[in-house]
C-alpha cells in the first residue's frame, strides 16, 4: 500500500510517497519546491494571492505524481504558514482545490509528534530516552520521549529560521552583533524551556539538513559555532555555491543554526541530523489509518 505526502511549509513544498516493507517506512517518491511562504507571513501577516496559487499549483503537480505512482490515499498537510497567516484559511481553501485531497493544519503539537515519529522510525539502534528538534522556517518544534511510549514532552517555539532572519539577520552575510541579537532573541523564546534530558537528540528539518553539508552529520556546540564562523563571512550567494544548496534555503541557515545552537545547549547532548522527520511520520500515520479501515 501506497501514500502520498504533500507538506506545505514556510520554505518548502515537498512531496514523499512511500510504502512500508518489511515494517520499515520506503520511500518511492520524494520531490522539493521552494516557495517561502513564510516570507510574506513575517513581512505582512497573510499570504499574498500570488503565493497561495503558487502553493496550490505545486501541491496539485504533487499530488498528480502521487496518484500516478498508485497511492492509495494523498493528504496535504499545512505547517506554520497556516498557524501563523492571517488568511490562512484561504490556504486551504485553494489546495483542497486545486489537489482534491485532504488538507490538515497540524498544530504544533501534532507537527512535533509526527517529526518525532518520523525521525525514530528511520533511526537504528536507539537509546531509551530520545529528543528530537525540527527546525522549520516558521517555528521550531522540541520533543522528548521514549521508542516505546512516544512522545512524552513537547515545545514549540513561535520563532523559525525564516521569521528570525526577517527580524534580525539582514545583512548577508549577518552582522556579528545581529547574530548576538538572534541568539538573545531565541533565548526569550525559551524562556521556561525546561524538558527531561534525552540519551540521545536528533535534528530533522530542512535546516539540520542543510548544516550537515558544511559541518557534518554531529551538531555539536563546536560544530555550530563553526557553521556559524563560515555563514557570518560568506554570503548567501557563496554559501549555495560552495555547499550546493538553494541560495534563499542558504540566506536562512545562520537563523537556523542559532536555533540549533540555543536548544542543544538545553537538551545537553549532541544533535545528530536524521535522514526523515515530519512527512515521514505524517506517511506512517496514514498508512496506519488505512490498514485500520481496511481491517
Known amino acids: 500500500m501506497k501514500v502520498g505526502i504533500v507538506d506545505v511549509g514556510s520554505n518548502t513544498v515537498r512531496l514523499l510517497v512511500a510504502r512500508r516493507q518489511r515494517g520499515r517506512l520506503v520511500a518511492l517518491r520524494e520531490e522539493r519546491e521552494h516557495l517561502f511562504l513564510g516570507e510574506d507571513v513575517e513581512r505582512d501577516g497573510s499570504l499574498s494571492m500570488a503565493r497561495i496559487e503558487e502553493a496550490a499549483r505545486c501541491a496539485a503537480g504533487y499530488t498528480r505524481i502521487a496518484r500516478s505512482l498508485g497511492a492509495r490515499a494523498v493528504e496535504v498537510i499545512v505547517t506554520a504558514p497556516g498557524r501563523q497567516s492571517g488568511n490562512g484559511d484561504e490556504l486551504v481553501r485553494r489546495l483542497a482545490a486545486a489537489t482534491a485531497a485532504p488538507v490538515r493544519v497540524l498544530t504544533a503539537d501534532e507537527e512535533g509528534r509526527l517529526a ?22 516558521g517555528s521550531a518544534e522540541a520533543v522528548v520521549g521514549t521508542l516505546a ?11 523559525g529560521a525564516v521569521r528570525l532572519t526577517e527580524r534580525f539577520l539582514i545583512d548577508d552575510p549577518p552582522a556579528k552583533r545581529a547574530l548576538v541579537a538572534a541568539r538573545a532573541e531565541v533565548e526569550r523564546h525559551l524562556d521556561g524551556f525546561a524538558p527531561p534530558l534525552p540519551q540521545v537528540a536528533l535534528a530533522t528539518g530542512g535546516t539540520a539538513r ?32 560552495t555547499f550546493g544548496l538553494h541560495e534563499r534555503r542558504a540566506r536562512t541557515l545562520a537563523a537556523g543554526a542559532v536555533i540549533l545552537l540555543c536548544l542543544q545547549a538545553r537538551l545537553g547532548v549532541p ?22 479501515s481496511a481491517a
Open 210 to 241: 542543510a548544516l550537515r553539508k558544511i559541518v557534518g552529520w554531529e551538531l555539536e556546540a563546536a560544530e555550530l559555532d563553526a557553521a556559524l564562523r563560515i555563514l557570518g563571512k560568506r554570503s548567501s550567494i557563496k554559501v549555495a555555491k
Open 116 to 137: 518525532f515519529a518520523g525521525a525514530t522510525a528511520v533511526a537504528d539502534s536507539l537509546p531509551a530516552t530520545v529528543a528530537v528538534c525540527d527546525v522549520g522556517g
Open 149 to 159: 511510549g512516544g512522545p512524552a514532552w513537547s515545545r514549540s517555539l513561535d520563532i
Open 271 to 292: 544533535l545528530e541530523v536524521s535522514r526523515a522527520g515530519l512527512r515521514e511520520g505524517a506517511a506512517l500515520a496514514l498508512l496506519d489509518e488505512l490498514a485500520a
